[in-house]
T-cell receptor, first 113, second 110 residues
């Protein structure tokens, strides 16, 4: 399967712990996005990469959130000192250089207890 | 910041009836995309509109982009049970960030 993959699919953690999620985009896509989605809401933009450069980060994102895409391929999203309000589905998407269409991965569901 | 609003939030139809969802942006868009998300699934790309007044069709689905590039609509003719899910629009004012609406959830009664 050559679609977007995310790991893990589910993560349960205790409040205050750090978590890291991984996203592997479609191989020829140079744009990569991270979103957060809660029940009944649309995906909320977190950050965007073009190749290895992080070009935009949501102002809503606290400094507990950080993302990297070190070689312009896979990306990681880290949340430090998790809070119960961080519980959500974290979605990764990628898109080709020539289009805005985004292809989403299956998501990582985070539960903070 | 840019806001994208969708109406209605929910729509219940009898199989065979038509369905329309509307998307409005607070700012002029360079493009708009539509996605479908099935229950328990992730958003799946349907179409992208770029030009003012553009109309595109995919079988029973018709997508429109407004003349002012601030609104869009998705119309489904003769709904089927396979059409159930949440339909999202996502607008981009420039290359990069897309702002998603909160979606319209469609249920179809056989």
């Amino acid at each position: 399967d050559t679609g977007v993959s995310q790991d893990p699919r589910h993560k349960i953690t205790k409040r205050g712990q750090n978590v890291t999620f991984r996203c592997d985009p479609i191989s020829e896509h140079n744009r990569l996005y991270w979103y957060r989605q809660t029940l009944g809401q649309g995906p909320e933009f977190l950050t965007y990469f073009q190749n290895e450069a992080q070009l935009e980060k949501s102002r809503l994102l606290s400094d507990r959130f950080s993302a990297e895409r070190p070689k312009g391929s896979f990306s990681t999203l880290e949340i430090q000192r998790t809070e119960q309000g961080d519980s959500a589905m974290y979605l990764c998407a990628s898109s080709p250089q020539t289009s805005y269409e985004q292809y989403f991965g299956p998501g990582t569901r985070l539960t903070v207890t | 910041g840019q806001q994208v609003m969708q109406i209605p939030q929910y729509q219940h139809v009898q199989e065979g009836e038509d369905f329309t969802t509307y998307c409005n942006s607070s700012t002029t868009l360079s493009n708009i995309q539509w996605y479908k998300q099935r229950p328990g699934g992730h958003p799946v790309f349907l179409i992208q509109l770029v030009k003012s007044g553009e109309v595109k069709k995919q079988k029973r689905l018709t997508f429109q982009f407004g003349e002012a590039k601030k609104n869009s609509s998705l119309h489904i003719t003769a709904t089927q049970t396979t059409d159930v899910g949440t339909y999202f629009c996502a607008g981009s004012a420039y290359a990069g960030k897309s702002t998603f609406g909160d979606g319209t959830t469609l249920t179809v009664k056989p």
